[in-house]
């Protein structure tokens, strides 16, 4: 019975969610799609629904006691431990992000230039007047401050994938929950992503595809993060500093070069290496159950209107 009223609960989770975003997109297919000069309003509001799902569900159909509990904001408890993956989230996606592209140039398919830098010179002009080492240093500070304003949009994501979804998708079994939870994630970007999101030039099919493998990845180290720290907050810093750290690919490339993210990059193929390695290891060593995260207890589903009406 139980199971049944979650995956009840995940349906109007993911109707909501994937509804909105699509209900958002809508103007970049009938207009100019990611050329479109709205582009980055409709994709940050994109990223808001996810939440806005997950807070409908939480607050009129589930009307939960522990709403902050339930969504993975509170508590943020034992304060070291808590710290301590927060700055996993912080610096882990720059590492996977940044091994990525080492890893694509032995394989042929990154045009890597680590030495002489010629695309991030010639992204940034002949006349910079500071040597290109302290831009590309730079580029790190840059990350960490980009993290962080990221985070709240990121949260917006997060909240629904990890703060709430997964916690639900638990009791059918870790790695199915993982795997689900991923692909959910990843065909939630479809909207933009076959408009060329991320994968200019490549077909619908194979972009969608493997943007669908790289969130199962990623997702299932968000996943951990969120599981091992009993918070979302981890996982929502995680997906900022990934988000800050994209541009790396650019600073290390070869002028003149096309990048194919569906191979290169932490897009793709050769990029999921090194976090397919790491998930493994995570789930041999059974890091998903230690500290359990037991999903809080629900009432039965119910769609009556609360006593009190939302202002």
């Not at 993956?85 to 990525?100: M, S």
């Not at 709430?164 to 970007?189: E, N, Y």
Request: overall charge neutral; some cysteine.
């Amino acid at each position: 019975m139980r199971h049944a009223t979650s995956i009840r609960l995940i349906v109007i989770f993911l109707a909501l969610a994937f509804g909105l975003s699509w209900l958002i997109a809508l103007p970049l297919w009938f207009g100019d799609g990611l050329a479109s000069p709205y582009f980055a309003v409709v994709a940050v509001s994109m990223m808001t629904t996810p939440a806005i799902a997950a807070l409908i569900v939480v607050f009129f159909v589930e009307r939960a006691e522990s709403k902050a509990s339930l969504l993975g904001l509170w508590p943020t408890r034992p304060v070291g431990r808590y710290i301590g993956f927060l700055a996993i989230g912080l610096v882990l996606p720059v590492a996977l992000i940044l091994v990525a592209l080492p890893i694509g140039a032995l394989l042929g398919v990154y045009p890597a230039d680590f030495v002489g830098l010629s695309g991030f010179r010639e992204i940034i002009g002949p006349d910079i007047g500071v040597p290109i080492e302290t831009l590309v240093a730079a580029q790190f500070i840059n990350v960490v401050v980009g993290a962080v304003i990221n985070l709240i949009p990121a949260l917006g994501e997060e909240l629904g994938w990890r703060g709430w979804l997964l916690p639900k998708l638990l009791p059918f079994g870790t790695v199915r929950a993982l795997i689900i939870s991923g692909v959910v994630w990843g065909l939630w970007h479809a909207p933009l992503v076959l408009l060329g999101y991320n994968y200019l030039g490549a077909p619908g099919w194979l972009a969608l595809a493997a943007m669908i493998a790289m969130c199962t990845l990623i997702g299932a180290i968000f996943g951990w993060l969120r599981v091992r720290s009993g918070s979302v907050w981890p996982a929502a810093l995680a997906h900022g500093s990934f988000n800050a750290a994209a541009g790396f690919s650019f600073v290390f490339a070869a002028a003149g070069e096309s990048i194919d993210t569906t191979q290169a990059t932490i897009l793709g193929w050769s990029g999921w290496i090194v976090p397919l390695i790491v998930v493994l290891v995570l789930v041999v060593t059974r890091q998903f159950s230690s500290p359990p995260l037991a999903p809080p207890k629900t009432p039965a589903l119910t769609f009556e209107p609360p006593e009190t009406p939302a202002a």
